[in-house]
């Protein structure tokens, strides 16, 4: 492919280049396709790297490339096109444009009304320590294995830790919704002083805040093995549980460490997690 502007530096606190990031998505590629490819995406571009302007897209264009597809998909507003790719190509159209980020839903293009996946985001009031915040994805995999799920984690390369469940396609939207967030009001009513389950920010001081509702209709969360539009170039790594303990940060792997860890696993941390036909528990 031809990119444009390759010597640009994008990042922060780092000298990775727009090369250097359509070199890593093409090494990752066998990674990060099978989270990507087939979901409606929304994106976050830098033009001028993440230290300018950076903006999120989530409808198709021309502009972007013929590797990336349009879905219309219905909307409050009406039917609009969104966007997604099939492959690696998809993918480098897309850094051409500028993109670092990479959001996909929790759903397919062949059954977007049926999520397959759920997100829970551990975000760290002020105060928050990382080992708090272990405790918590820790707290939070107990409590999802008692309603019969099993769940993944991963490094978020931001502030915190996702928690993600991979179901069977089968439940809506507004069902997947009201599952997560009866989850994260039990946790923050069983420990109100550790954990919050509403956006307020007066409320969060201390705190991890339990964000469920990136699991609606058109919410998405970031990717693992996406980079963040983040000083040092950080990336969202998935981590076998088992590892967690070992993580000094949420960002503690940049693009060139996940390069290489991605080259050298011999087995998938998230190993199984296709396979695993779950299912929500009867509401009481």
């Not at 339990?210 to 970031?222: K, P």
């Not at 539009?229 to 790594?237: D, K, L, Q, S, T």
Request: with cysteine; charged share 25%.
């Amino acid at each position: 492919m031809r990119l444009t502007s390759a010597d640009r530096v994008m990042f922060e606190g780092a000298t990775y280049t727009k090369q250097d990031v359509a070199d890593y998505y093409r090494g990752v590629a066998d990674r990060l396709l099978p989270e990507l490819a087939g979901r409606p995406l929304s994106l976050l571009r830098c033009p001028d790297g993440a230290c300018g302007e950076c903006f999120f897209q989530k409808h198709h264009a021309d502009s972007l490339g013929g590797h990336v597809h349009a879905i219309a998909l219905r909307q409050k507003s009406g039917i609009e096109p969104y966007l997604y790719v099939d492959d690696i190509g998809g993918v480098l159209d897309l850094v051409q444009m500028n993109t670092l980020e990479f959001h996909p839903w929790g759903s397919r293009t062949d059954a977007p009304e049926r999520p397959d996946r759920l997100v829970f985001d551990l975000d760290p009031g002020k105060g928050v320590r990382w080992p708090d915040i272990v405790a918590a994805a820790r707290d939070m995999r107990r409590t999802l294995k008692r309603a019969g799920l099993e769940s993944f984690v991963r490094l978020s390369g931001g502030k915190g830790l996702h928690v993600v469940v991979p179901i069977a396609p089968g439940p809506s939207w507004d069902e997947a919704r009201g599952f997560c967030e009866g989850v994260a009001q039990a946790m923050a009513e069983r420990a109100p002083e550790r954990y919050v389950a509403t956006m307020s920010k007066a409320r969060r001081g201390g705190k991890v805040f339990i964000d469920w509702l990136r699991n609606a209709r058109g919410q998405t969360s970031v990717a693992s093995w996406s980079l963040r539009a983040r000083r040092g170039a950080p990336v969202a790594v998935p981590i076998r549980w088992e590892q967690l303990g070992k993580m000094a940060r949420p960002d503690a792997v940049d693009l060139a460490a996940a390069g290489r860890r991605a080259a050298r696993l011999r087995k998938d941390p998230w190993d199984g997690f296709d396979a695993l036909a779950q299912t929500l528990p009867a509401r009481e």
